[in-house]
C-alpha cells in the first residue's frame, strides 16, 4: 500500500477512531458485570436469549453490546463536539478539536449512531433499547450539552457519571433478566468503584478547565479532596462488594487500592493515571475470566488503536506506562 493510499485508509479510519474506542472498555467491561451478575444473583429470568450461558457470547450477544457501543459512541461524539476548546486546551487533540472531522459530518455521525441501535434493539427486547436511548440522553446531551451541561457542575456531574454506570450496568442486566431492586444492589460496589474512579480523572484536566470556567469536583475543592474522596470511595465499593457477597467486584476494588493510596499519598499526576488506567484494566481481567473471548477481543483493539494513533500522528496511545 502507497503512502497516499495508505493515509486515505488511515482517514476512513479517522470515523472509527472518532468515537474514542478505548473508552469503550468499561462501558463493555459494566455491561459485562451486569450480565453475569444477573444470571449469577438473580432468579427471574426472561426468555430473551435465553440459550445463553456463563462464559458463552453468542452472535445475538454480540450484536447487542455492539449496539449498545454504538449508542455510547454517539455520546462520546456529542462530548467532543461541545468539548471543542476545552480539549484544545487540555492538550487533547482529538479529531474534531484538530480539525480532521469536520463537525458536519461529526454531527450526521451522531445522529446515526443514536437512530440505528434505537430501531434494531426495539425489535429485539424494547427494554434495551429504551436504555440506550437512555444512556445517549443522560451521558450525551444532559452532560454535554446546554441548557444542562452537567459535566461543567461538580455535583451534576457526579450524578450524571453515577446515572451513567447504572445504565451500562443494567443494559447488561436487561439482557437476559428485568428491572428489580436486586439489578440496584448488585450494581452498587460496581459503580462505587468507578466513581472512585470518575473522581481521579477530573484532576489531571483542572488548568484547561478552569480555563474555559468548568467547575468539576477538583476545580471546585481541589486535588487534595477530590483524592481523597477517590480513595474512601473505593474503600465503600470494597465494604459493598463484601456486603453483596460479590467476589467479581471485590478482587478490582481491593487490587487497585494501593495505586488509589500512592496517589493521595504522592499527589501526582503520573500516579494518579496509572491508578486510573489499571483500576480499569483489574476490572477488565476479572471479567475475562469467565469471558475469556473478551480478552482477546480488547488486546486486539488496544494494539489496533497503538498503530492506529503512531501511523496516523506519531503518538504512543494508548499507553499503561504513563
Known sequence: MNSEKKLKFLKILDYFFVLRPTLFFPVWTISLVGYWAQLRFDDHNSTLLHTFTIGTLNIKFIITIGLLTLAMGASFLLNQIEDVETDKLNNKLFLIANGDISLKNAYIETITLVIVPFIILSWLKFSLAIVSLLAFLITGWFYSCKPFKFKDKPIGGLIINILGFYIVF?????????????????????????????????????????????????????????????????????????????????????????????????????????????????????????????????????????????????????????
Open 170 to 322: 443494567a443494559f447488561g442486566w436487561l439482557i437476559q433478566g428485568t428491572l428489580n431492586l436486586k439489578m440496584l444492589q448488585q450494581a452498587t460496589p460496581y459503580i462505587l468503584g468507578m466513581i472512585a474512579v470518575y473522581f481521579f480523572t477530573t484532576i489531571p484536566d483542572i488548568e484547561g478547565d478552569k480555563a474555559v470556567n468548568k467547575k468539576t469536583i477538583a476545580v471546585k475543592y481541589g486535588m487534595n479532596f477530590t483524592l481523597w474522596a477517590g480513595l474512601v470511595t473505593d474503600i465503600i465499593a470494597v465494604l459493598a462488594a463484601l456486603w453483596m457477597k460479590d467476589i467479581v467486584a471485590l478482587i478490582p476494588t481491593v487490587l487497585i487500592l494501593p495505586f488509589f493510596a500512592l496517589a493521595v499519598n504522592k499527589k501526582s499526576i503520573k500516579e494518579i493515571l496509572r491508578a486510573n488506567k489499571f483500576a480499569a484494566l483489574f476490572l477488565s481481567l476479572t471479567i475475562c475470566y469467565k469471558f475469556p473471548g473478551y480478552l482477546v477481543f480488547i488486546a486486539f483493539l488496544f494494539f489496533f488503536s497503538k498503530w492506529y494513533y503512531k501511523r496516523r500522528f506519531g503518538i504512543d496511545y494508548p499507553s499503561l506506562r504513563k
